[in-house]
C-alpha cells in the first residue's frame, strides 16, 4: 500500500514490497511544525494558491487491507472542495487514528498527511500544472511535516532514479545501457543515502516509514525492524504500519529461504541443496496454467502447445525481473516467428502497476496473467516458486527443458531447440 503514490509501483530496487510503486507523485510539503493550529479537531484546512488551486475537489483517504487473497484499496473517508479564494476545510465521516492517509488533489495529485482526531492540520501549498508540490507549509501535525521533509528530497531523486531505469529498458545500444546502468546506481546510492540519514536524524518519528517504502527490506532487516520496533506504539493502530510490518515480514521469510538453498562449501557436513527453485524441473511435463489476461480473458500455457514456450515467473516490484526484462524482450523478437511464445505469471497484487511495467518494458507478447494474489499466486504456488524471476522453457511436446536461463543461455537454448 502507499499513501504518496496511486498508480504504479515502486520498491524497484530487488524483490520488493508488493504494495509499494511510482506514478503521479506528490513531493514534500516543507514545514516546521508542531504549533498550534486553529480550528477543529479531527479536521484537515487550507488554502491553495493559483488557479489550478480554486475550486478544486479533493478525497482524503485511508487504505483498508485486503481479506482472503483479495488486493486491499484505498477508500475515501471525507471530501471538500475549495472556493474560488482557494480555502478549504475537510472533516473526515470518523474519528482518525493515528495513520498515514492519502489527501488526493483534483484527483491526480496525492499528498501524505499523518495525524489522528487529536488533530487539526493546516496546510499551505500551490497547485502545479504537474509534478512536484513544493514551497507549502503545514501546521498541525509535527509528524506530517517531517514526513514531507523526507518526500521533497527523496521524490525527484525516486523519479529520477525511474526514468533512468525506464530508458535502461528501451535502449538496445550496450554502451548507453552501461552508461545508463552506472547513473541509476549512483542515484540509488545518493537516495538510499538520504533515506538513511533521515531515519537516522529523526529518531521514533512516526514519518519513518516513508523512507522505508524506498529501501529494500531484505539487505536492510535490522534497519526495518528497528524502525517498525520504534513506531509501533504510535502506530499499531494504522494500516500503513501493519501494511509494512507484513511485507517486511514476508520479504525477509523469502530471504531466508533464498540463503537456505546456497550451497556452503566446506566440510561436507552441510545438507545439499535442493535441485530446484520449484516442484519441476527438466524432463518433468509443465503444468497447465489457467489464469486471466489484463483484458479479463482466460489464457492457458496448453493451448501454445506445439511451440517453445518460456514460463516467466515476474512481478512489477521485482527489480532483477525488469533487468532481466530486455533480454526476454530480445529472444522473444529474434525466435517468435520460429513457433517461440512468452508466457508471463505475474505475482503482482495491483493491476495498473502490473499493466504499467508491461507497457514500460515493452512486453509485447500476448500471454500476461496475473490473478493480484501476490506471492499467492496460483500458479506460482502449484509451481512451488519460491523467488523471482523464475523461469522455465517448455519444449513443444509440454516438457520443461531448461529452467534459469538468462540471456545468451536463453538464445543458446532456442537455437538448439527451433533450429
Known amino acids: ?21 511510482i506514478v503521479a507523485m506528490s513531493a514534500g510539503l516543507l514545514a516546521g511544525c508542531g504549533e498550534a493550529t486553529n480550528g477543529p479537531k479531527n479536521a484537515i484546512s487550507g488554502v491553495f ?15 483498508v487491507a485486503g481479506t482472503n487473497g483479495r488486493m486491499g484499496k484505498f477508500e475515501s473517508i471525507g471530501s471538500a472542495t475549495s472556493d474560488m479564494q482557494g480555502h478549504f476545510q475537510l472533516i473526515p465521516d470518523r474519528a482518525l487514528v493515528l495513520d498515514y492517509y492519502q489527501l488526493m488533489v483534483s484527483g491526480m495529485t496525492p ?13 499551505k501549498a500551490e497547485i ?4 512536484f508540490i513544493a514551497d507549502a507549509i503545514i501546521t498541525g501535525s509535527k509528524a506530517a511535516a517531517e514526513v514531507h521533509e523526507y518526500y521533497a528530497k527523496a521524490m525527484p531523486m525516486q523519479t529520477s532514479l525511474s526514468m533512468l531505469r525506464g530508458s535502461m ?21 545518493e537516495a538510499d543515502n ?49 501494511a509494512i510490518t507484513s511485507a517486511t515480514r514476508g520479504a525477509q521469510v523469502t530471504r531466508k529461504n533464498a540463503r537456505e538453498r546456497v550451497v556452503k562449501k566446506g566440510n561436507g557436513a552441510n545438507p545439499p541443496r535442493p535441485a530446484k527453485n520449484a516442484r519441476y524441473g527438466v524432463g518433468d511435463e509443465a503444468p497447465d496454467i489457467a ?21 516467466d515467473f515476474w512481478a512489477s516490484w521485482c527489480g532483477p525481473c525488469r533487468r532481466e526484462n530486455p533480454n526476454v524482450v530480445r529472444a522473444y523478437e529474434q525466435f517468435n516467428a520460429e513457433g517461440f511464445e512468452v508466457f508471463s505469471v505475474s505475482l503482482d497484487q495491483n493491476a495498473d502497476r502490473w499493466k504499467a511495467a508491461i507497457a514500460m518494458d515493452g512486453l509485447n507478447w500476448p500471454n500476461h496473467v496475473c490473478d493480484l494474489k501476490g506471492w499467492q499466486n496460483e500458479a506460482a ?11 522455465l522453457l517448455v519444449d513443444q511436446n509440454g516438457t520443461i527443458a531448461a529452467t534459469h536461463l538468462r540471456g545468451r543461455e536463453l538464445a543458446a537454448k532456442l537455437n538448439e531447440l527451433l533450429r
Open 381 to 391: 504456488r502449484a509451481y512451488g516458486v519460491s523467488s523471482i524471476p523464475h523461469a
Open 128 to 131: 502545479p500544472d504537474g509534478g
Open 194 to 242: 538520504w533515506a538513511k540519514q533521515f531515519i537516522q536524524d529523526h529518531p521514533g518519528s512516526p514519518a519513518l516509514l516513508g523512507p522505508l517504502e524506498h529501501l529494500d527490506p531484505r539487505s536492510n532487516a535490522a534497519l526495518f525492524d528497528e524502525v517498525l520496533k520504534a513506531t509501533e506504539e504510535q502506530l499499531r493502530d494504522g494500516a500503513f504500519h501493519q
Open 1 to 21: 500500500m502507499k499513501v504518496f503514490e496511486q498508480i504504479t509501483p515502486r520498491f524497484p530496487q530487488g524483490t520488493r514490497m508488493t504494495w509499494l510503486a
Open 169 to 189: 529498458q528501451r535502449t538496445k545500444d550496450r554502451g548507453k545501457m552501461q552508461e545508463l546502468s552506472d547513473r541509476a546506481a549512483q542515484k540509488k546510492l
Open 111 to 123: 499528498m501524505v498527511v499523518i495525524m489522528d482526531s487529536t488533530m487539526h492540520v493546516h496546510i
Open 291 to 311: 489464469m486471466r489476461d489484463p483484458d479479463g480473458n482466460i489464457r492457458r500455457l496448453s493451448d501454445l502447445r506445439g511451440k517453445v514456450v518460456l514460463v
Open 49 to 63: 494558491r493559483g488557479e489550478n488551486g480554486l475550486g478544486v475537489e479533493m478525497d482524503l483517504r485511508r487504505w
